[in-house]
């Protein structure tokens, strides 16, 4: 069963990466984004590769530069996730092999990432859009878009945004903080999935 929760790990460090990782997919997670403005993301993002194989998707979030999607084939990430729209990065992303899932807000940022080829639509932040905003964005989308709601939605919102249509979530502060304990990240992650799995 695959969850559609995507872990955003915002300022981990290298030494965190194998025991956070190991700490997701021990409670589930099987998504996981490293953002590009952490401490050494490349280091990162290549032990957690190396380390999952191919129990996880394991990729970059905040890239924003092509530039930086040649580096992350080059380490065998598997996903680059962006907070805007960028066709440049979308275009890179995919002729790279990789999933892309490029942020939107808006019906023309929308058509714009699937225009050029993004594999899902991350609408950030959610809970400026809300639900009603949402809804009226899926009402227009293809029905086969894939939706995720990333920013200032958690577990206990997951019942009310699937209902209206959404495909997954990214998670970022209510799962990882730096310095968090890693018994504390595995525990949160759990509550994440017992929350997906009740809906």
């Not at 998504?31 to 290549?46: K, M, R, T, W, Y």
């Not at 580096?71 to 440049?88: E, H, T």
């Not at 964005?137 to 919102?157: F, Q």
């Not at 009310?160 to 890693?182: C, D, E, H, M, N």
Request: aromatic residues 8%.
């Amino acid at each position: 069963m695959t969850r559609e929760i995507i872990a955003i790990l915002r300022g981990l460090t290298p030494p965190e990466a194998e025991p956070v990782a190991e700490a997701l997919l021990e409670a589930g997670i099987t998504l996981i984004e490293v953002p590009l403005n952490s401490p050494q993301p490349f280091d990162s993002i290549g032990r957690m590769v190396r380390h999952c194989g191919a129990r996880a998707v394991v990729g970059a979030g905040t890239v924003l530069d092509p530039a930086d999607v040649g580096r992350l084939q080059q380490i065998g990430a598997g996903m680059v996730v962006s907070p805007d729209c960028n066709p440049r990065v979308i275009v890179a992303a995919k002729q790279a092999g990789m999933l892309s899932y490029p942020g939107v807000f808006t019906a023309t940022e929308a058509f714009t990432a699937l225009r050029n080829g993004a594999d899902g639509l991350k609408f950030f932040p959610a809970f400026k859009l809300g639900l009603d905003g949402y809804a009226a964005l899926k009402a227009v989308l293809p029905s086969e878009a894939r939706t995720y709601a990333v920013g200032g939605v958690g577990p206990e919102d997951f019942a009310a945004w699937r209902k209206a249509g959404i495909t997954g979530f990214g998670i970022g502060s209510q799962l990882y903080k730096p310095g968090r304990p890693v018994a504390e990240i595995a525990a949160r992650a759990a509550e994440l999935v017992a929350a997906w799995d009740m809906v």
